[in-house]
């Protein structure tokens, strides 16, 4: 098959697979009724439309970041660390802990403090698979799944039984303190003039106090951290020796033994590492945006950080772009629940097909592209 | 397909030109590099003809036009004198062609009669097929001695009995012109010769046989012509009775080689290693090496002689730090530990033990990496390599890569291009740069020359020599019995995980120790 050129590869091919979902998006759309010019322009305004907008899309991508990045150490140590959720609940698990225990007085204390649990937790709950793997064999596609349930289960134990405050219904933490409140977007300086409300007559809304009113979005400073993740990354695997081992060991575990990598170290490091930052996600959802921990908090995010870390091609650049487009399909798709007929059923089918042509069938866009190269070039 | 029964040849328009094969202009490029230019050749009916190239010499891309994997950018293929095209493999069958691969395409769990009727099979049910394949397997084995059991799982035959079955599937599917390429990369001296045996029937039944190898005396011993290819072009199509080794070898480098070593006696010294009673256990607990004793001394080549699979990988692997072994290892008048964490390939690097692996493909590079990440492959704590703390020093490291590829001749001398789209003889020529580099006390070395092309393994022979003149210590194992007699200085035979004797070079000859190899032959 003929090499394409690098800008095809990683420009080109995205965007068509992208582009073909998109058609068969919108022939889904016209076989249920809709039009799927509207249906666009209400996911692009819902997702991208605002300042609002973008608070939502940019909140959500912040967790596909972390779920995508733990999924890509794993898997450049070549292993599928497919039931990272439960890692991500244990850290949820970390950060209410942390954020419970202490009346913070600051709210970056907390972050560091909050951030410490959420890996720790994350990792010890990634060690024992990890270690199974490490001397034992045991598959880590299954036993991180199995610790996916246990994690679920102990999740509820503990919120209805030993974090509930007494008198309160739902199995649920108790709201964190004030001191662990971290900024959201439109708290932070810099960013806040964007979240301004206006009335009705284009003048700024303003408060009991005379103060300016801003629009609440759940985008907080975890979107930075992700940034810095990803950067944390990306040197990690391909400026330490500590990366340069991992890769090798998920290229060729033989050859990985042959140069002195030691398997155990590697899997139980990567699968740390993983953990970790599937727990760190905690950051974003539980302390970022519900500040109490409930059930389910990571619902969902893992198998998208799945998909984020196949389309991103394992790099982290890659990486934080599909976090976003995926933000935007998750935003926008429940726009489209909310201001049209469309099901928000249409948003999982829409990631599905997404997921399908970068991830799947992107071979198939790579080999057509391919042989039209090839064709250029010979004449 | 409709098969016919063996005796319908190629109908009619045959006999018309007597060449099986004709190309001309046969041009195809990747990119911008030209591995194929303006190749003519024709291969007259009924002959063995060779095609000899080093590596990346365009021999396969040739062979992988004529069976329809590729398509040429422009050039003319003609078969019994009419022109075809080809552009996939079923177009390829039907003109008559059928290609054994140096890699098998062989369903490992079904039998030899399943696998040759797999995609030519009469219709959705198998039975009337598989009685026909059946007789018809029958036949070719009386006729041309390739006798296999038709019932036989594959994953249950030798090497040279799965080549035979891609030969019979080859026949099977009629191919009146056969291709194999490379076809004794993997066969024992034994089962090559009962393969040229079997080629040789094949051409006097009036096939035509392409044998595309870079061993020189195959293509003397076996081929009526020979064409060599050097860098894309067809440099010259020669009778095999009016040419030579010494001619072939310097048509194919396009400069004189030299086939013999030189070496000067050795200047042995003190005891590097000393090994007693080593022995390893494979993963199902069958011991495979029983206890070997030896030594080896400084400025000394000590070669280890002996059929693949007889304890050789594991004597490297054990010495190498990759295999768990008990016994005694003795390096440099230490005791290196043979179980445990402590024992593995990092340790021995430091300890002065460099490993030039069998299996350079899947032990010694990561084929994915780039040249680059190569040269750091077990060496990636190395202080040369290291920014500060925390980082690696890319930029050292490529430069010392690119050093290392000019001081041992690598092609192309480009760093950061990834070890698989290097030829065989220069990825083998990376990693004996890596561990030779590091001036090692002990070199371990297997099957250095294993698909390597031949003014590469010339170099190689000589860097050989050269850490040996330097007063270092080499174990030497491979299969070739030629490069055994030509290296080493002493040789240890080895059988079924045992040594069988020690031979001085001088005194001894092939057939003893092939004798030896066999299992005959006393201490």
Redesign the interface.
Known sequence: MTKLPTWADVGLVPLISLTLAALVSAGVLLAIGQSPMQALSVMVNGALGSSYAWGYTLYYATSFIFTGLAVTVAFHAGLFNIGGEGQAQLGGLGVALVCLALPWPHWTIALVAAMFGAALFGAAWAAIPAYLQAKRGSPIVITTIMFKYIAAALLIYLLVNVLRPDGQMDPASANFPAGAHVPQFQEIPILQGLFQRFGADGLPRLNAEGLPMYQQVPANVTFFIAIAACVLVWVMLWHTRLGYAIRAFGKSEKAAVYAGISPLRIIMIAMLISGALAGLMAINNVMGQAERLVQNSASGAWFIGIAVALMGRNHPLGIFLAAVLFGFLFQGGAALGLETDIPIELRTVVQGLVILFTGALDQMVRMLLGAFFAKKGAT | MAAADLGGRQATAALTSPYAIELKGISK???SVQANKDINIAIPRGTIHGIIGENGAGKSTLMSILYGFYRA?SGQILVNGAPVTIPDSQSAIRAGIGMVFQHFKLVQNFTVLENVILGAEDGPMLNSSLAKARKILGDLSREYELDVDPDALIENLSVGHQQRVEILKALYRQAEILILDEPTGVLTPDEADHLFRILRGLRDQGKTIVLITHKLREIMETTDNVSVMRRGTMVATVKTTETSPEALAELMVGRKVLLEVVKNPAKSGEIILSVKDLAVKDEHGVTRLKGVSFDIRAGEILGIAGVAGNGQSELLEAL???APASGVVVLNGAELPLTG?RA??????DAGIA?V?EDRQ????????AAW?NV???Y??DPRY?KNA???D?DALRADTAAKMATYDVRPPIPTLAAKSFSGGNQQKLVVAREMDRNPDLLLIGQPTRGVDIGAIEFIHKQIIALRDAGKAVLLVSVELDEIMSLSDRVLVMFDGQIMGERLPAQTNERELGMMMAGMGAK
Request: charged share 20%.
């Open positions: 490029a990747f990119g950018d190498g730090g990759i964490p593995n390939g990092k340790a021995r690097r490993h692996p899947s032990l010694g590079l990561i084929m994915d990496f990440e750091a492959f077990g990636h704590d290291q925390w980082l690696m890319n």
